[in-house]
């Protein structure tokens, strides 16, 4: 989405009284707001914004994940075992309940709740990790 600057008719801020609730129509794809905004416009810059959000907890969640895994497959033994059931009680826990939990104690900010939700995440890429770490350690190389 980032190429909401062209793909926007209007800019996401532009007032328009004239075009106060305007139902859909050929120049306003989604109407507009009690203001007279572009609905439309609006949504593709939020759309930015929520994609690079996106994008940062996959690359937080993916690196740490990455690292804890391969970690276990090299280590192995009670370390392997002690971070694959954290991994587990991690996993059985709802997901929602444990971010928003998370971002409570961490605080009320932006980057708290991203953090919340890539910590959440972690065990997905944990497990990833640790089986392709095994499966290449087992491996027999020439």
Avoid: K, W
């Avoid at 909401?4 to 609730?21: E, F, K, V």
């Avoid at 905004?37 to 994008?55: N, P, Q, T």
């Avoid at 690196?63 to 991994?87: E, K, N, P, Q, Y």
């Amino acid at each position: 989405m980032m190429a909401a600057p062209l793909l926007a008719p209007y800019p996401p801020d532009n007032i328009s009284l004239a075009a106060r609730l305007a139902a859909p129509s050929p120049q306003h794809l989604f109407g507009t707001d009690e203001v007279g905004r572009d609905l439309f416009s609006r949504v593709l810059f939020g759309a930015r914004a929520s994609c690079g959000i996106a994008f940062a907890i996959v690359i937080i969640s993916t690196f740490i994940g990455s690292i804890i895994g391969c970690l276990s497959g090299v280590v192995g033994g009670i370390v392997d075992t002690a971070i694959m059931r954290l991994m587990d009680v991690f996993l059985a826990l709802p997901a929602l309940i444990l971010a928003m939990a998370l971002a409570a104690a961490l605080g009320p900010s932006l980057f708290n709740a991203m953090l919340a939700v890539a910590v959440v995440r972690v065990p997905a890429y944990v497990r990833l990790a640790r089986g392709q770490t095994l499966s290449l350690r087992n491996r027999t190389y020439v």
